[in-house]
Nanobody, 121 residues
Framework: QVQLLESGGGLVQPGGSLRLSCAVSGRIFRIYGMAWYRQVPGKQRELVAS???????NYGDSVKGRFTISRIDAKNTVTLQMNSLNPEDTAVYYCSADYQRDSRGPSFASWGQGTQVTVSS
């Protein structure tokens, strides 16, 4: 069974920084796209940032220039460096990964359980 485990959330003051990490474990042949999403109560989950297995990145408009997504394929890990945080960034952050379990099988998508990020003074 493939699991995604996020870490690094917490409480930070406006203008501060946090670094989120997500480790993928289990039976994995290859990981393709990885991404971070966030969700606040009453709103749809929104894309924060994504990264392909070739390193191409994409960011939501509200985080461009402040957040950076990266991946370490040798560790099946994706990170999100968040700088210049503001209260509007408060949300539960989820990581996702698209992967194959073996070379001939289909691809799957899985989500982590989420980690809370709160930006408040």
């Amino acid at each position: 069974q493939v699991q995604l485990l996020e870490s690094g959330g917490g409480l930070v003051q406006p203008g501060g920084s946090l670094r989120l990490s997500c480790a993928v474990s289990g039976r994995i042949f290859r990981i393709y796209g990885m991404a971070w999403y966030r969700q606040v109560p009453g709103k749809q989950r929104e894309l924060v940032a994504s990264i392909t297995n070739s390193g191409s990145t994409n960011y939501g408009d509200s985080v461009k220039g402040r957040f950076t997504i990266s991946r370490i394929d040798a560790k099946n890990t994706v990170t999100l460096q968040m700088n210049s945080l503001n209260p509007e960034d408060t949300a539960v952050y989820y990581c996702s990964a698209d992967y194959q379990r073996d070379s001939r099988g289909p691809s799957f998508a899985s989500w982590g359980q989420g980690t809370q990020v709160t930006v408040s003074s």
